[in-house]
């Protein structure tokens, strides 16, 4: 082939693929390129172009969104306590966004479970001053190798500073810059590992990747996820918030109680459906093709989960 039709051919598909790059990032700056570039890979590399904001909440708890998992912040005199640590590369913006909060040095973080866009921040927050608490799984999937199918790929542990010095099983409560923090394990859902955070007198709960506001969720059969433990896990989430609870998810706006509910009955409704369809024979292909969860793609699938993937997590559990 002629060279000028090489570099013509390469310069159309660079145009396409930063074109397509900036649309996805309007849209959801957690979608992936994965044919090209693993997603983990991808999603490290473009961290430090990330765009943070910071949400205020009630009782000096703010939310960092876009550096991977909703990241809540507790400022005061015991130092900051963060709830989940993104992507390391965001490092500079996440110093930036703290900043922006506090003057307090940092000090605890807390991790919602062991998925890299929760924990990637882990070591270098260690080194700025963090202790790390967990759940026992948490700390075990980042203390050994641990392969996630949906994403085809395996995590080498993380760095030693990267591993939670703490761990609990079932239940903790920690009382930290004046508030009391309750922790509590729920029974495998999105991991095995997964915990809710509430500070109880601000009444705001952040959930973890039990509850994705807006956006079809992953759900890591790899690491003990299920479709029956997420909807175990909302149901646990909905019997636990009132009318006037905050509710932080893992990915997505700042939510509440009916927002909870509608994500509840979308997962019971797609698990009906895709069950349904299983049990006549039709194979995952055919039912992507049936469209089950046709009244939610257009506002549900644009984000890092596309409709089939999440049809194919869904159908993976029933
Ligand atoms: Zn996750």
């Known amino acids: 082939?002629?060279?000028?039709?090489?570099?013509?051919?390469?310069?159309?598909?660079?145009?396409?693929?930063?074109?397509?790059?900036a649309t996805v990032a309007l849209l959801a700056p957690r979608h992936m390129f994965a044919q090209d570039e693993g997603l983990v890979q991808t999603a490290r590399?473009?961290?430090?172009?990330?765009?943070?904001?910071?949400?205020q909440l009630l009782g000096k708890i703010s939310v960092l969104m876009g550096a991977g998992g909703n990241i809540a912040v507790l400022p005061g005199r015991d130092g900051n306590v963060l709830i989940d640590g993104g992507y390391a590369g965001a490092r500079p913006k996440i110093t930036a966004a703290l900043a922006s909060i506090s003057s307090d040095p940092i000090k605890h973080l807390i991790n919602?479970?062991?998925?890299?866009?929760?924990?990637?921040?882990?070591?270098?927050?260690?080194s700025a001053g963090a202790t790390i608490l967990s759940h026992t799984n948490t700390r075990k999937h980042l203390s050994t190798a641990t392969r996630v199918e949906g994403w085809n790929f395996t995590f080498p542990p993380s760095p030693p500073g990267g591993i939670p010095a703490e761990v609990f099983d079932d239940e903790r409560t920690v009382q930290?810059?004046?508030?009391?923090?309750?922790?509590?394990?729920?029974a495998p859902a999105h991991t095995d590992g997964d915990i809710s955070v509430h500070f109880t007198s601000a009444d705001i709960f952040?959930?973890?990747?039990?509850?994705?506001?807006?956006?079809?969720?992953f759900i890591d059969y790899s690491t003990g996820g299920s479709i029956d433990g997420m909807i175990r896990a909302t149901g646990a989430n909905l019997a636990k918030v009132t009318d006037s609870m905050i509710v932080i998810p893992g990915h997505g706006a700042v939510g509440d109680k009916s927002q909870l509910a509608f994500y509840h009955d979308l997962l019971v409704g797609a698990r009906e459906k895709v069950a349904a369809l299983k049990k006549q024979g039709k194979s995952l292909?055919?039912?992507?093709?049936?469209?089950?969860?046709?009244?939610?793609?257009?506002?549900?699938?644009?984000?890092f989960r596309k409709p089939k993937d999440f049809i194919g997590d869904v159908f993976l559990g029933v």
């Open 206 to 217: 952040h959930v973890g990747d039990t509850f994705w506001n807006g956006y079809y969720p």
């Open 1 to 21: 082939m002629n060279s000028k039709l090489d570099a013509d051919i390469s310069r159309r598909r660079f145009l396409v693929s930063t074109s397509m790059a």
């Open 112 to 126: 919602t479970h062991w998925h890299f866009d929760h924990t990637d921040g882990n070591e270098w927050l260690h």
């Open 45 to 55: 590399r473009t961290a430090a172009a990330a765009t943070i904001t910071v949400q």
């Open 285 to 303: 292909n055919e039912i992507v093709s049936a469209k089950p969860t046709a009244a939610t793609d257009a506002k549900w699938g644009n984000g």
């Open 176 to 186: 930290l810059n004046g508030m009391t923090i309750a922790l509590k394990h729920y």
